[in-house]
């Protein structure tokens, strides 16, 4: 099994502006336990926003001099499809973004390494950390046993018992400014997240995953690797604890999770949304784990779903 190397790089949020280092082999859980208690209590129930809201997490990264930048976010919707919204204030009409093999900034191995974040893994519907995490391990787990991506790895650090996540840290919903590792599954967070990704976006939005890229001493989003794509420096994903999630039933933590670690792995939506006659229940065409809205469970991989991931990992890590 490889062996796990997770980039750190804490961002400066914190108004104590600690300073830690920005590569780490492991993650220190001293410092980890100095984050926990630093946003123990750190959550508040508003958000305010300008009303774009990658504009805003923007300009707080920027204000900060980070060196990444929220390129996009992609959210799956309940009884209606989910939408992709981009920033793209300079002008740039690249929209392509993916992880670069052996990226330095990312610790410079091949692998694409995931964290759960368990102070955020119980729901208002009564579904316990373990279940959750459970249903993300077994999401996470199908991707990864795609037998056309043979060479790539995820690997995951499990479920700490630190409060994760750079956009609600943001916002002022908990979370801390800090780049863990690839992908972060960074809780069930409140309506206010939600509302402030679309209007009323609480009622509608079962879960966000937004894209952040890395930039250079400019603000330009870089490509290393000259692959015509920008870089990817993480993905976040969030899911609304508005809705009355289950295990097994509607809304399903495992095919929500599915959804949105395709997000992840570089996979966008896909399929032709239309209403039935009779019902005027939302159907799509094909039927697919990407689809942009959720029409009940679905754990497996349909063939739509293999061709995406295929076409984006099958070559990994010789891109």
């Given at each position: 099994m490889k062996k796990l190397i997770i980039p750190l790089l804490l961002l400066a949020f914190s108004c104590e502006n600690v300073e830690v280092e920005k590569s780490a082999s492991k993650l220190d859980p001293s410092l980890l336990m100095s984050l926990a208690s630093k946003n123990a209590d750190g959550a508040r129930k508003t958000v305010?926003?300008?009303?774009?809201?990658?504009?805003?997490?923007?300009?707080?990264?920027?204000?900060?001099?980070?060196?990444?930048?929220?390129?996009?976010?992609?959210?799956?919707?309940?009884?209606?499809?989910?939408?992709?919204?981009?920033?793209?204030?300079?002008?740039?009409?690249q929209l392509s973004a993916d992880f670069v093999p052996a990226d330095p900034r990312r610790g410079g191995d091949a692998d694409i390494k995931y964290l759960i974040d368990d102070t955020e893994s119980s729901t208002s519907s009564g579904l316990t950390g373990a279940q959750t995490n459970s249903a993300i391990t077994s999401s996470m787990n199908t991707w990864n046993n795609i037998s056309c991506s043979s060479g790539l790895a995820i690997n995951t650090f499990g479920p700490l018992p630190i409060d994760f996540g750079i956009v609600q840290f943001i916002f002022g919903l908990g979370g801390n400014g800090g780049l863990f590792t690839d992908v972060m599954h960074a809780g069930f967070l409140p309506a206010p997240l939600f509302d402030a990704i679309a209007p009323n976006g609480s009622s509608f939005i079962l879960g966000v995953t937004f894209t952040f890229n890395w930039v250079d001493g400019d603000g330009n989003p870089t490509d290393i690797d000259n692959n015509g794509k920008t870089d990817v420096a993480l993905r976040e994903i969030y899911y609304n604890d508005t809705f009355g999630w289950n295990i097994g039933s509607t809304y399903d933590v495992e095919t929500v999770s599915l959804h949105e670690a395709g997000h992840a792995l570089s996979q966008g939506h896909f399929g032709k949304a239309f209403r039935s006659g009779g019902n005027n229940k939302l159907h799509f065409s094909p039927r697919a784990v990407m689809n942009a809205a959720y029409s009940g469970v679905q754990r497996e991989i349909a063939e739509t779903d293999n061709a995406g991931h295929c076409s984006n990992w099958a070559s990994w890590p010789n891109n």
């Open positions: 305010t926003s300008s009303g774009d809201i990658l504009a805003d997490i923007n300009a707080a990264l920027a204000s900060r001099g980070m060196q990444i930048q929220v390129s996009m976010m992609e959210y799956y919707g309940a009884d209606e499809t989910g939408n992709t919204v981009f920033f793209n204030n300079r002008g740039n009409k």
